[in-house]
């Protein structure tokens, strides 16, 4: 069954440092997403992405953010200066069809961020 | 903006019985309310989900009830099996231009054998 893939599925930095969570989504799919949760609260919804752009993004999503499909497969996000709050685990997702006209989002296992 | 209110936060059961979550939503316009089971270490895996213009829908041992007047919505799991044991989240989304689901906060349900 195809699937969602993130790497690195845990990765440790330092305040300051530049993170990038990489994602393959599923091939034929066309919507992207990230999602974080922060350990012992709610999955929350960052950014979403289509066709090379970001389609809609949260007052998470600051500055700070950045997403690319730098190839045909990839999807990263970009954490340029992680803060301490940064910590959490972070969910890519993909859907062959967009979230606003009811595409069924299907997850991959997570990558956690630990911000020391 | 739109808000997702779950309950029970945990939730504990014997093998065979029945596990009911539950949970409220603020956006009368949200249209679609998935399922999601969280097994430790992994992902949010769609088990189940209902559109506006169901009010049950039903995969084997796995039902979802919409109650769109009150604002509502149930997860039923019957014949509980180990193998349940994981959180679970209820989810929703608004039509009106938006992408994101937004999500409660978890139920851990545990099936003891």
């Known amino acids: 069954e195809p699937e969602v893939t993130q790497t690195p599925s845990h990765q440790v930095t330092q305040m300051g440092q530049e993170v990038i969570l990489r994602c393959v989504p599923i091939s034929n799919h066309l919507y992207f997403y990230w999602y974080r949760q922060i350990l012992g609260q709610k999955v929350e919804f960052l950014v979403s992405f289509y066709n090379n752009e970001i389609s809609e993004k949260s007052e998470i999503f600051d500055d700070q953010f950045s997403v690319e499909r730098p190839d045909g497969s990839n999807f990263t996000l970009k954490i340029r200066s992680t803060k301490l709050e940064d910590s959490a685990m972070y969910f890519c997702?993909?859907?062959?069809?967009?979230?606003?006209?009811?595409?069924?989002?299907?997850f991959g296992e997570g990558s956690r961020l630990t911000v020391l | 903006g739109e808000n997702v209110e779950q309950h029970p936060s945990t939730l504990s059961v014997q093998e065979g019985d029945s596990a009911v979550i539950k949970c409220t939503y603020s956006?009368?316009?949200?249209?679609?309310f998935p399922w999601y089971k969280q097994e430790l270490g992994k992902g949010p895996q769609l088990i189940i989900d209902i559109r506006s213009n169901v009010g049950e829908k039903k995969d084997q041992r796995i039902a979802v009830t919409l109650n769109k007047t009150a604002k509502h919505f149930s997860l039923h799991i019957t014949e509980t099996q180990p193998e349940d044991s994981a959180v679970y989240f209820c989810?929703?989304?608004?039509?009106?231009?938006?992408?994101?689901?937004?999500f409660g906060t978890g139920t851990r349900l545990q099936v003891f054998p």
């Open positions: 997702a993909s859907s062959v069809a967009s979230g606003r006209a009811g595409g069924e989002l299907f």
């Open positions: 989810a929703a989304r608004s039509p009106y231009n938006t992408d994101k689901l937004i």
């Open positions: 956006d009368s316009a949200s249209n679609y």
